[in-house]
DNA sequence: CTGTGTGAAACATTTCACAGCC
DNA sequence: GGCTGTGAAATGTTTCACACAG
């Protein structure tokens, strides 16, 4: 009874919500495979074949009904409700994402901060206050806080996520250039724009000059 | 002669190169595979089958030389070098990129700054200085800028990639939440930390209270 | 006639398992 | 004995091509 959805799929999912979001605020009532593939670069069939592991969401002829397809995304992902995040680490990275204005309006709301230095403990950052990391535990029961943001240096980056993952959280933002480690049942996300320079970089290499 | 190395090994080499570092400052002098994995969590024989489309860095029994095998990753990966970005948009979020120390210390340095909105133009910000986009092309020549970063708002992030690709420049990093289009031969990549929160949610969701 | 949903084929990636070297 | 490098097997993913619905 396990469908067993590749993980390759999950990956693509938020993509496709993201562009049916644009699509929508461009009034598109329907859209084709065809033009998400040219949209998104890539082939109509992988998109078909991605929906169809969650259903029967489009009208042969026709194409899917932007709205419709929206709805049954935001679903499948479960981004339908607003999630409860708590940041650790109140520097300079972790108050440009306390500032960074993309997450509220798309249902990710930070809802506590921590940082081990206290001195910064009492502070408000934004609408926050700023907590020392003792008390994360119970602000994780009664905030009820679903995902940890990890924004310390690289050489606090593991006491925190252990931290995070101690208090019961089971998944987590990671932005420190290091290579945690978590229980398997804990998902870790890492964002570090470095790793996708360095992708490129090995293409730009081999580039002559045209 | 085109060995042909799966994209996905080179979206691996910079966690290897990362791992490495941080190897390096714990004065490791070498590594095993069955090490390397455990810390990436993923199979030794991943590792050792993507480090062999490159060479043969490692002696049998002993396990790879960290030093070495560093050297040769920046090597593959072309990040023995410095190289010279320029950054579209300098509201909040092109502010914090600026402001991130992570990028000059490993090697990439953003060297110039533009803005649409002309009242920025001839601020500064931290160590550049606010220029019109009608600059762009000239800047990207006498400066030698191969990469470029988009930080504007979504509405204007195509307009951005469009200027960015006019004036050459063939590896994108970009913040705005949309789906760009570009010419193949130009790399671009996505740096959304809601895509991820997204994939995060989607296993979130189907997790019971324990 | 257009465009979805989908088995089956083609292709890509990972894992296995072992020869060979330190 | 321990660990790399690597063909070959196993597994996973994408593309094809077509029946079928609007």
């Not at 930070?110 to 206290?118: K, M, N």
Request: glycine share 10%; aromatic share 6%; hydrophobic share 45%.
């Amino acid at each position: 009874m396990t469908s067993q959805i590749p993980e390759v799929v999950i990956l693509r999912l938020p993509l496709y919500l993201r562009i049916l979001t644009l699509l929508e605020e461009e009034n598109a009532g329907v859209v084709s495979s065809q033009e998400l593939g040219a949209r998104l670069q890539m082939t109509p069939a992988q998109i078909r074949k991605d929906l169809s592991y969650f259903g029967k969401f489009g009208k042969q002829g026709k194409g899917y009904n932007v709205r419709l397809l929206l709805g049954e995304l935001r679903q499948i992902l479960g981004v339908n409700r607003e999630w409860h995040m708590a940041i650790i680490g109140v520097g300079r990275l972790g108050k440009a994402i306390l500032d960074y204005g993309m997450l509220t309006p798309r249902g990710f709301k930070i809802v506590a901060a921590f940082d081990i230095d206290p001195q910064q403990t009492g502070k408000k950052v934004g609408r926050v206050v700023i907590q020392d990391l003792a008390e994360l535990a119970n602000t994780v029961k009664n905030r009820g806080i679903d995902i940890g943001i990890v924004a310390v240096p690289p050489s606090q980056a593991q006491q925190a996520i252990d931290c995070l993952v101690g208090c019961g959280i089971k998944a987590i933002l990671n932005y420190a250039p290091v290579a945690p480690r978590v229980p398997k049942d804990v998902r870790i996300q890492e964002v570090d724009p470095v790793l996708a320079l360095q992708t490129m970089t090995y293409h730009l290499k081999s580039l002559g000059s045209p």
